[in-house]
């Protein structure tokens, strides 16, 4: 079992900065696929961004690619998501997930295992 928690949402200008974090419970993090997915109101949940267990590959979803980083430091059980030059658009519940194994590239929200219970990121025009 995994528990995943996550924190640095807030309120933000239209391009400014944010970084999140997902910290993990457990033991096995390192071998865990990682991703940041988001649920704007009335809309479904979207995936973000997503690492690899070793972080050696990082993806993304074309509406952040170049403006969001993923990344994950395995020996403190966190994953971050750097989120720069911010826009209303972006604002929504932030979710980290995690998925026991496996090498692909996971971007279904069915993919995961875990998930934490989001934070509010707001950017203000």
């Known amino acids: 079992q995994v528990q995943l928690v996550e924190s640095g949402g807030g309120l933000v200008q239209a391009g400014g900065s944010l970084r999140l974090s997902c910290a993990a419970s457990?033991?096995?993090?390192?071998?865990?696929?990682m991703g940041w997915f988001r649920q704007a109101p009335g809309k479904e949940r979207e995936f973000v961004a997503g690492?690899?267990?070793?972080?050696?590959?990082?993806y993304y979803e074309d509406s952040v690619s170049g403006r969001f980083t993923i990344s994950r430091e395995n020996a403190k059980n966190t994953v971050y998501l750097q989120m720069n030059s911010l826009k209303p658009e972006d604002t929504a519940v932030y979710y980290c997930?995690?998925?026991?194994?496996?090498?692909?590239?996971?971007?279904?929200?069915?993919?995961?295992?875990?998930w934490g219970q989001g934070t509010q990121v707001t950017v203000s025009s």
């Open positions: 997930a995690a998925r026991s194994g496996g090498r692909g590239y996971y971007t279904s929200g069915r993919s995961y295992d875990y």
């Open positions: 457990g033991r096995t993090f390192s071998s865990y696929v």
């Open positions: 690492i690899t267990w070793s972080g050696g590959t990082t």
